[in-house]
């Protein structure tokens, strides 16, 4: 794709550049390239944006720079080793509601600004095509990776609503066993997929949030020696969290749902509804439900599949 020049789009609010390639240009490989930007900066009204990534084109930097935009989607399915490697991803949007990030390609995601209280979806990595590796404890300069991941989590620490997915989770894990999280003050609706490996994040995350009010909470057991520990107790659950979804995928451990459901309903002061997957099995259901609880108006109801963005 060669620009010669791009026109005005005065009215333009709504965009989708579904797999659009960008050919082989020395700017686009010296990050020279501004061609996105440019074409951004000619739509000054537009509140839409979706990028759908071909990996295979050579525009190493996406940088997504307006002020009027309220929704942004990029998607980057990297199954496959894309052309170039160190990818990167600047978002600077003032205005931003709503914002997915759906990244397994860019080794940098810098978040400049989006609005406070928006609502994220978030599965990126930071590792490119290589898969995740551990932050190194020494590795703390202006330009590391945990210095990336540090000012990612503070700028997204204002949304109101948050889908996270294991990917991140682990980065995140990784991180915390480093340095403090940024608490979540606004943050009243979470959905997060959890493995077993890191259990431990999860009163970590939560004591994060202390005005959380909704959580669906996916999990898989894949380890069956994996003990799970819930020790301490976040602020939320004796203030504001009043709704808990919970579903299993992949194999299940009998002594970890207990433990897992019995954390909620032993610590939740006014807990108002635990809802759980037709997955934790008939058994397991009635167990849960002699578990004496720490809410009196809270009730246990089963057969939620699946999670709603518009939930209670």
């Known amino acids: 794709m060669e620009l010669e020049f791009v026109a005005s789009l005065p009215c333009l609010k709504v965009m989708c550049l579904d797999?659009?390639?960008?050919?082989?240009?020395?700017?686009?490989?010296?990050d020279e390239s501004n061609y996105l930007e440019t074409l951004l900066t000619s739509c000054p009204v537009l509140e839409k944006l979706t990028i759908i990534r071909d990996i295979f084109d050579y525009l190493k930097i996406i940088c997504v720079r307006s002020k009027s935009l309220k929704s942004l989607t990029l998607w980057v399915d990297s199954c496959q080793v894309g052309l170039l490697e160190d990818h990167v991803v600047e978002i600077d949007a003032p205005r931003l509601e709503h914002m997915s990030l759906h990244d397994h390609l860019s080794r940098s995601i810098v978040i400049h600004s989006i609005a406070p209280y928006?609502?994220?979806?978030?599965?990126?990595?930071?590792?490119?095509?290589?898969?995740?590796?551990?932050?190194?404890?020494?590795?703390?300069?202006?330009?590391?990776?945990?210095?990336?991941?540090?000012?990612?989590?503070?700028?997204?620490?204002?949304?109101?609503?948050m889908e996270i997915s294991y990917n991140t989770l682990e980065v995140i894990h990784d991180y915390s066993k480093l340095e403090q999280l940024p608490h979540f003050s606004n943050l009243s609706w979470l959905y997060a997929s959890f493995l077993d490996s890191f259990w431990e994040l999860l009163p970590t995350f939560l004591c994060c949030c202390p005005n959380l009010h909704i959580l669906v909470l996916e999990f898989v057991f894949d380890i069956e020696e994996s003990p799970m520990k819930l020790s301490s107790v976040p602020p939320c659950f004796l203030s504001s969290l009043k709704y808990v979804k919970l579903a299993t995928q992949g194999t299940t451990k009998t002594s970890s749902q207990m433990k897992l459901a019995r954390y909620f309903l032993s610590h939740c002061a006014v807990l108002k509804k635990l809802s759980l997957s037709k997955s934790f099995g008939d058994g397991i259901i009635k167990k849960i439900k002699k578990i004496q609880r720490k809410s009196r108006e809270c009730i246990i109801v089963t057969g939620c599949v699946a999670y709603h963005r518009q939930d209670e």
Do not use: C, P
Request: net charge negative; proline share 0%; glycine share 4%.
């Open 118 to 161: 928006a609502s994220v979806n978030i599965d990126v990595h930071f590792d490119g095509n290589d898969g995740y590796t551990s932050l190194d404890q020494d590795d703390d300069d202006s330009n590391s990776k945990r210095t990336m991941i540090r000012n990612f989590l503070t700028k997204i620490s204002t949304v109101s609503r």
């Open 19 to 30: 797999i659009v390639r960008y050919e082989y240009d020395d700017s686009l490989i010296h």
